[in-house]
Each structure stands twice: as structure tokens, then as C-alpha cells.
């Protein structure tokens, strides 16, 4: 038997898709084939497509929104989970638990709706809630880490867990699941009472303030550099006078220099040029390193 009969027969069921294009799931709009792409529907299959990988030893990696990721072209071999279809959001009190695939800014709505104060500060960001606990996703003096009480995940070796804050050892766009390779499967988060029109306020406020900074209207991934210590990434970039400056189809956003745009059909090596070169001039102009936030996955083409 084949493997991919194999996989058919023991992964029954399941809704995966053979050599699916990546570039239209991600953010940047680029990126090649992945062998398998899976949409597990609850965590029951999500641990049963870790268990067969991992006996067949084919690779396996995650997805939620790929909103902080590029696709290399020549895309991601294995099996690559998204996690879209785990998405239910339940309130208890004063507490939200969310399946690591439900959307970031809906869980903020219901937040919202809830009259729960504290989840303000992620109301733009585009990612899954599984992707913001591994990123520790913040904006605007907000972070995950702030909020959150605990989180259930699978483990490399397909156990399941529950992890305190705590044990997450979470840092500036840091936690431990980045070492420990475990898969978030839901999280806790501890908010507090509140006024909705004051919450809903805020939420205008910081709504705006990103359509008035950052070029929403392209295809990106955010910003792509960690803020360095004492510095900001965008007026670094700014500074070394490279707004504007293009590898191929990807360009440094001339409304944010810490966006990076695909303007014309770029490519992943049009990413991956254009960062190197960014790193390199600004360390050439002010000595400092700039650090990668964005995450670079697959395989060159
Ligand atoms: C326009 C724009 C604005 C943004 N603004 C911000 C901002 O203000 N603040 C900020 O912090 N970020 C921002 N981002 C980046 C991004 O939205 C966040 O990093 C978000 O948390 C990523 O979540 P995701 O689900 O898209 O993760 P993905 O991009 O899908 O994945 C990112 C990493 O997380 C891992 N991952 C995803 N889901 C899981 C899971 N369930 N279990 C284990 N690992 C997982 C993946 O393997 C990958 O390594 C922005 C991005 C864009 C495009």
C-alpha cells in the first residue's frame, strides 16, 4: 500500500488536500505546494493526523491564519494543519475560552459583546488565537500575556496538556510553545467587567489608528522585524531612507517602513531579498541588528 493510500485509509474522514497551494490561505500571498493540507474539525482529528505522521515520520507543523508567516516557493513538505474549522468561543462569567482556530478579532467582538474589558488591544490583529499565544501577540501596550490564564495543547508526542501562564515563560513576542513544538488546542482568557461604550470606544480608537498607520489595503505579514531594544524597527528603516525600496514585486511600505508589501506579484525570495537587504542597510546606517518577527517556513524553489 502507498502511503498516500495509507493516509486515506487510516485518516478517513478527515479533509485534507494533496500539493494545495499555500499563497491563497497566507497573508503575504505567496508561497508554494503543501504536500498535505489538513483541516482537522476538532481536536480528535487534529491528534489522530499528529499520531499518523509521527508513526510514518512525515513532517507536521501547524497553521492558524498564516498572517505572521512567509511560504517559501518552493512550499512546505508533509502535512500542514490549519486549524480554522477548531473555532468555538464560550463565555463563563468574567472568563472567554477559544479554540486555537478561532479568529482573533471575532473573539474580541465577543469580548465586546460580553461588556469584558482587557482583549481591546488585539481587536485588529489578524491572526487565530492559537498563532497569538505562540507569538504572545500585543499591540498597543496590550499582550497576550496579560490575559491569559491557561491553555490546552498537544504535545509533540500527542498528549494532551493544560499549561498555566507560568509554565508558557512568555517574553516579547515569545512563549514556550516556540521551543516545545506542542500544538495550542484552546486558551483561557481572564478578563474583567467593564463598560461596553468605554470598551467599544477604545476599540474605535485603536481601529483607527491602525487604518490611519498601516497599509492594510496590501498583502502583507505585519511587521516584520521585532522592535529593538531602545528603538523602533519602522523609523530605523525609515531613517536608513529606504520607504519605498523594492526587491521584485515586495516593497517597504511607504506609510509604515516596518510593513513590508507585495505590490505586483512578489514572491517569497522577493520577501526573503528584501529583508536581508533591509537588515543589512540598517545596520550599515545606525549599528543596529534588526531581528526577524515574521516567520520564514518550507523549502526554497
Ligand atoms: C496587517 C497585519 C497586522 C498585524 N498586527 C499585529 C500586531 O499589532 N501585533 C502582533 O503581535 N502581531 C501582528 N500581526 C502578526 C500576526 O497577526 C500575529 O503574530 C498573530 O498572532 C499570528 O497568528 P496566526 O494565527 O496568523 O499565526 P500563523 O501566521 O498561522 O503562524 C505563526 C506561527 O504560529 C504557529 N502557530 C499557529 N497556530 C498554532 C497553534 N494552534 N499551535 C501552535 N503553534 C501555532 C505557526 O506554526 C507559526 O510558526 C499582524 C499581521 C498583519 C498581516
Given at each position: 500500500?502507498?502511503?498516500?493510500?495509507?493516509?486515506?485509509?487510516?485518516?478517513?474522514?478527515?479533509?485534507?488536500?494533496?500539493?494545495?497551494?499555500?499563497?491563497?490561505?497566507?497573508?503575504?500571498?505567496?508561497?508554494?505546494?503543501?504536500?498535505?493540507?489538513?483541516?482537522?474539525?476538532?481536536?480528535?482529528?487534529?491528534?489522530?493526523?499528529?499520531?499518523?505522521?509521527?508513526?510514518?515520520?512525515?513532517?507536521?507543523?501547524?497553521?492558524?491564519?498564516?498572517?505572521?508567516?512567509?511560504v517559501?516557493?518552493?512550499g512546505?513538505?508533509?502535512?500542514?494543519?490549519?486549524?480554522?474549522?477548531?473555532?468555538?468561543?464560550?463565555?463563563?462569567?468574567?472568563?472567554?475560552?477559544?479554540?486555537?482556530?478561532?479568529?482573533?478579532?471575532?473573539?474580541?467582538?465577543?469580548?465586546?459583546?460580553?461588556?469584558?474589558?482587557?482583549?481591546?488591544?488585539?481587536?485588529?490583529?489578524?491572526?487565530?488565537?492559537?498563532?497569538?499565544?505562540?507569538?504572545?501577540?500585543?499591540?498597543?501596550?496590550?499582550?497576550?500575556?496579560?490575559?491569559?490564564?491557561?491553555?490546552?495543547?498537544?504535545?509533540?508526542?500527542?498528549?494532551?496538556?493544560?499549561?498555566?501562564?507560568?509554565?508558557?515563560?512568555?517574553?516579547?513576542?515569545?512563549?514556550?510553545?516556540?521551543?516545545?513544538?506542542?500544538?495550542?488546542?484552546?486558551a483561557?482568557?481572564?478578563?474583567?467587567?467593564?463598560?461596553?461604550?468605554?470598551?467599544?470606544?477604545?476599540?474605535?480608537?485603536?481601529?483607527?489608528?491602525?487604518?490611519?498607520?498601516?497599509?492594510?489595503?496590501?498583502?502583507?505579514?505585519?511587521?516584520?522585524f521585532?522592535?529593538?531594544?531602545?528603538?523602533?524597527?519602522?523609523?530605523?528603516?525609515?531613517?536608513?531612507?529606504?520607504?519605498?525600496?523594492?526587491?521584485?514585486?515586495?516593497?517597504?511600505?511607504?506609510?509604515?517602513?516596518?510593513?513590508?508589501?507585495?505590490?505586483?506579484?512578489?514572491?517569497?525570495?522577493?520577501?526573503?531579498?528584501?529583508?536581508?537587504?533591509v537588515?543589512e542597510?540598517?545596520?550599515?546606517?545606525?549599528?543596529v541588528?534588526?531581528?526577524?518577527?515574521?516567520?520564514?517556513?518550507?523549502?526554497?524553489?
Open positions: 500500500m502507498s502511503v498516500k493510500e495509507n493516509m486515506l485509509e487510516i485518516l478517513e474522514g478527515i479533509d485534507i488536500r494533496f500539493k494545495e497551494p499555500l499563497h491563497s490561505y497566507s497573508y503575504t500571498k505567496v508561497g508554494g505546494e503543501a504536500d498535505y493540507l489538513v483541516f482537522p474539525r476538532n481536536r480528535f482529528e487534529l491528534a489522530r493526523v499528529v499520531k499518523f505522521a509521527n508513526q510514518e515520520d512525515i513532517p507536521w507543523m501547524v497553521l492558524g491564519n498564516a498572517s505572521n508567516i512567509i517559501r516557493d518552493g512546505i513538505r508533509g502535512f500542514v494543519i490549519l486549524c480554522d474549522k477548531l473555532n468555538n468561543v464560550s463565555v463563563d462569567g468574567y472568563t472567554i475560552e477559544a479554540e486555537a482556530g478561532a479568529n482573533l478579532i471575532e473573539t474580541t467582538r465577543i469580548a465586546l459583546r460580553h461588556s469584558l474589558t482587557g482583549f481591546e488591544f488585539a481587536c485588529g490583529i489578524p491572526g487565530s488565537v492559537g498563532g497569538a499565544v505562540f507569538m504572545n501577540a500585543g499591540a498597543y501596550g496590550g499582550e497576550i500575556a496579560h490575559i491569559l490564564q491557561s491553555c490546552k495543547v498537544l504535545t509533540k508526542d500527542g498528549e494532551i496538556e493544560t499549561l498555566s501562564a507560568k509554565d508558557l515563560a512568555f517574553g516579547y513576542r515569545h512563549s514556550a510553545i516556540q521551543e516545545s513544538g506542542a500544538v495550542v488546542l484552546s483561557k482568557f481572564a478578563l474583567a467587567p467593564g463598560s461596553h461604550q468605554v470598551i467599544k470606544q477604545e476599540m474605535d480608537r485603536l481601529t483607527h489608528l491602525r487604518e490611519l498607520k498601516q497599509p492594510l489595503e496590501y498583502p502583507s505579514c505585519g511587521s516584520v521585532k522592535r529593538p531594544v531602545g528603538h523602533f524597527a519602522g523609523q530605523l528603516i525609515s531613517e536608513a531612507g529606504l520607504k519605498g525600496y523594492r526587491v521584485g514585486g515586495v516593497e517597504v511600505s511607504e506609510k509604515h517602513a516596518g510593513f513590508m508589501i507585495n505590490v505586483a506579484d512578489g514572491t517569497a525570495k522577493d520577501y526573503e531579498d528584501l529583508i536581508e537587504s537588515i542597510k540598517v545596520k550599515e546606517h545606525s549599528g541588528t534588526l531581528e526577524r518577527e515574521v516567520r520564514i517556513l518550507g523549502e526554497s524553489k
